[in-house]
């Protein structure tokens, strides 16, 4: 299941960050979160009833609840036109508990310590964005979720699903080497006028300038 579910997260990554860009309309957006978050609810669930005495099983899926609520929240956020401050806690709650896998899963298996990572630094810049207000994070958050968001996810999921996977320390520095490289290209488009004509301009209404998200 969890393979499944990050199948699909890549492209809500990616819908995301072309949302705070302006070029994907929110409402669209929204649909596409409810849709991805309420597989990342029902299906663990489904098989939490079902393995609800293994230990190994509960463990390895709840954490899919943190970001099947993540997408939830987020749509409900666009239709309700909700005060985006409450999701930008949550996220620094997802933010700690993504770290605190990336540091645990560095010497069983470096390269999903990297995507841990990623995630725990996109959920960061939402709680930045949300919480604490501070907008001059929107483009580079944006670019980030486009340039990681497939990869991370989408293409982590086709890996596994094929049983393609290294566990090996130079495996885990070159995912590093390439969250970094991402990293730097995210913010060097953020500072370029690259898709900034499309975005939310002032005289819009508040409610068509929806926060970036995950």
Not at 31 to 42: D, E
Not at 45 to 62: E, G, K, P, R
Not at 72 to 85: R, S, V
Not at 137 to 153: D, E, M, Q, V
Request: proline residues 6%; hydrophobic residues 55%.
């Amino acid at each position: 299941m969890g393979n499944i579910g990050l199948l699909f997260v890549g492209i809500v990554l990616l819908v995301n960050g072309l949302n705070s860009l302006g070029i994907v309309p929110a409402r669209s957006a929204a649909i596409l979160n409810l849709f991805v978050g309420t597989m990342q609810v029902v299906l663990p669930t489904i098989i939490l009833i079902q393995n609800s005495t293994d230990a190994a099983v509960i463990n390895s899926t709840w954490p899919t609840y943190l970001f099947g609520i993540t997408y939830l929240y987020f749509g409900l956020n666009i239709l309700l036109k909700l005060e985006p401050e409450g999701f930008g806690w949550f996220s620094a709650f997802v933010a700690a508990i993504a770290f605190y896998h990336s540091i645990i899963s560095i010497g069983p298996d470096p390269i999903f310590a990297v995507v841990w990572l990623t995630w725990a630094i996109m959920w960061s810049l939402f709680f930045l964005l949300l919480a604490l207000g501070l907008s001059g994070l929107t483009r580079f958050t944006a670019w980030f979720l486009i340039i990681l968001g497939i990869p991370s996810c989408t293409v982590t999921a086709l890996f596994l699903f094929k049983g393609v996977w290294s566990t090996s320390p130079a495996a885990g520095l070159l995912a590093l080497t390439a969250l970094a490289g991402a990293s730097v290209l995210a913010w060097l488009l953020a500072r370029s006028n690259l898709a900034r004509t499309l975005e939310p301009q002032p005289h819009q209404p508040a409610s068509a300038q929806q926060p970036v998200t995950a």
